[in-house]
């Protein structure tokens, strides 16, 4: 990808207006959307708030979990790692592409004692969160392939996506068990983020910090399940678990790839479009959509500003830390201990 801030600027408006014209081309009935607002109870509007800020807080132990077991003292502290986390929650929020995972990264690292391949490690501390996700992403697609009602070509999908997560979840046990220590800049490009990946993998060489950071990331996204599930109340929609669990993943499948902050527009057809099957009307799902949404945003957003001003940042601040991230994984990057001083440059405040 081109890093030219212009191009990419440009190519994020494209995509968004393309966007925006398919939705009003080919968009619900814009009246039946406002009416679906005026009868929402407020009430169930806040159970959702409160479920996924829990679920951020429990998420974020999860990744505790995984940077105890990969890195010596000094560790950041619990208050730190969720400010950082909650930070990158607010960069995936407002900024294409997946800039909130290098930005947590820079975070931390900023306020940490500067020592070499910390950077390194840290990343791989983010690997490996993601991949513990695949153990309640994976349970939450078997049950909905189980018990959900999914067009023929939905099944498809995802059953592709269960065999894929096998995959992915065998390849981090392997590398796990095959830890390299080798210092990153003696070792090619490739070679270097496998063991980027292997240093943050090093959580699943105890089997009870392994298993513990799974149960966070279980009781995670089953406080997103259930968010989801109040949200459909507070609209009225369908209120069994099953039709919740096939939004959530939609949800979470529609922004996967951001090609524009949040994918709005792309992400409500996505929850819209099967709640067809459950017989709620496309307007209203439309409308669910970006309630859900907004809910989401309210939480990583409203504590990732929060957090944002802790750490002395500005968003200007956030997109500078973006492009020295990049600069960092570029496989053309420099020795290992350079990210560390790069980012030195951003402390203060």
């Not at 132990?61 to 560790?75: E, F, H, N, S, Y």
């Not at 080798?182 to 490009?189: C, E, I, T, Y």
């Not at 959530?248 to 790839?257: H, K, P, S």
Request: aromatic share 8%.
């Amino acid at each position: 990808m081109t890093r030219n801030p212009w191009v990419r600027a440009l190519a994020v408006v494209v995509a968004l207006a393309v966007a925006v014209a398919v939705i009003v081309w080919r968009g619900p009935a814009w009246g039946d959307i406002v009416d679906a607002f005026t009868i929402v109870r407020w009430r169930w509007v806040l159970a959702a708030i409160g479920l996924n800020l829990l679920s951020v807080l429990v998420r974020s132990l999860a990744w505790r979990t995984v940077i105890v077991q990969a890195m010596p003292p000094p560790r950041p502290r619990y208050v730190l790692i969720f400010s950082a986390f909650s930070v990158g929650l607010f960069a995936n929020a407002v900024l294409p592409g997946r800039i909130g995972e290098l930005a947590r990264v820079a975070v931390l690292t900023r306020r940490l004692p500067q020592r070499r391949g910390l950077w390194a490690t840290l990343v791989g501390t983010v690997f490996a969160h993601r991949v513990f996700d695949l153990v309640p992403v994976l349970m939450l697609v078997v049950y909905v392939l189980v018990a959900a009602k999914l067009p023929h070509w939905a099944v498809t999908s995802l059953e592709i996506v269960v065999a894929v997560g096998v995959v992915l979840m065998l390849f981090a046990i392997v590398s796990a068990r095959r830890h390299d220590r080798s210092a990153l800049d003696s070792l090619g490009p490739v070679r270097r983020l496998v063991t980027m990946a292997q240093n943050g993998l090093g959580v699943m060489r105890s089997p009870a910090a392994a298993a513990e950071a799974i149960v966070f990331q279980v009781a995670g996204w089953t406080c997103q399940l259930f968010a989801v599930w109040a949200a459909m109340r507070a609209f009225h929609i369908h209120e069994r678990l099953d039709a919740a669990a096939l939004v959530l993943v939609l949800m979470n499948v529609a922004t996967v790839f951001p090609l524009w902050p949040g994918n709005v527009g792309l992400t409500q057809a996505a929850i819209a479009l099967p709640l067809v099957q459950y017989g709620v009307g496309y307007a209203r799902g439309f409308a669910f959509g970006i309630g859900l949404q907004a809910i989401e945003a309210s939480v990583g957003v409203g504590v990732g500003l929060i957090f944002l001003a802790r750490e002395g940042l500005s968003f200007a601040m956030l997109r500078r830390m973006e492009q020295q991230a990049e600069d960092v994984v570029d496989a053309n990057a420099g020795g290992a201990g350079e990210p560390e001083r790069r980012l030195a440059g951003t402390r203060g405040g």
